[in-house]
């Protein structure tokens, strides 16, 4: 089956920065990967999808890229702010079955 | 805004109970789920379901689990005799269609602790 990697560590971050997270995968590549937010004691919150064939998609302040030859996505959220402290999830579509990584924490701090 | 919801929220049982956690899912979505995930760990898929069967499986979801739609509205998961090592948290979900690039829609999840 898949490895999902994600930063393990919390990423610490100014507010007003971009931060940047990492998900890379083994084997083969999905044909959509997904991005999900979990605050704490909460379910998933879907954020952005991305297919195989599409090189990025940005929806407000999020940015995810997918590179089908690194196996890697990348989620970027820009002009960051405390509201934006969650855990991002990183998600490979399976047809209908998602497998999750473990997550990287965010802080923003004022 | 339409949501998923479930009940109940937190649930405690001793070991070897049968416990069933339920969900609402979106009512116009024909695709649900289970996932369940242990403290600290990450959300793991459990079972899919659509038209009145499973169609998807971990290996996970062994015999002391089911799953119904008993009516319109209802999705439950059925754990017929209950481990320590169920103790975890359990997200339904629904999405508007499967095979294809859908979100799904998450729960607030049920928080199954089992002594």
């Known amino acids: 089956s898949q490895k999902i990697e994600q930063n393990s560590e919390a990423l610490n971050i100014q507010e007003g920065k971009t931060a940047t997270l990492t998900c890379n995968y083994t084997?083969?590549?999905?044909?959509?990967l997904q991005w999900y937010r979990q605050d704490p004691g909460r379910g998933p919150v879907f954020l952005l999808l991305?297919?195989?064939?599409?090189k990025e998609k940005r929806k407000e302040r999020l940015k995810v890229t997918f590179d089908t030859t690194l196996k890697q996505s990348l989620f970027h959220i820009t002009a960051s702010q405390p509201a934006d402290s969650a855990t991002y999830l990183c998600a490979l579509d399976s047809w209908g079955k998602l497998q999750f990584g473990a997550g990287t924490q965010v802080v923003v701090t004022p | 805004e339409p949501e998923v919801t479930q009940t109940p929220s937190h649930q405690v049982t001793q070991m070897g109970q049968e416990v069933i956690l339920r969900c609402v899912p979106i009512s116009n979505h024909l695709y649900f789920y289970w996932y369940r995930q242990i403290l600290g760990q990450k959300v793991e898929f459990l079972v899919s379901f659509y038209n009145n069967e499973i169609s998807e499986k971990s290996e996970i979801f062994d015999d002391q689990f089911s799953v119904e739609r008993p009516d319109g509205s209802n999705f439950t998961l059925k754990i017929r005799s209950t481990k320590l090592e169920d103790s975890a948290m359990y997200f339904c979900a629904s999405s508007s269609a499967f095979r294809g690039p859908y979100e799904q829609y998450f729960g607030p999840g049920t928080r199954l602790t089992v002594t």
């Open positions: 084997n083969y590549s999905p044909a959509y």
């Open positions: 991305i297919r195989e064939n599409e």
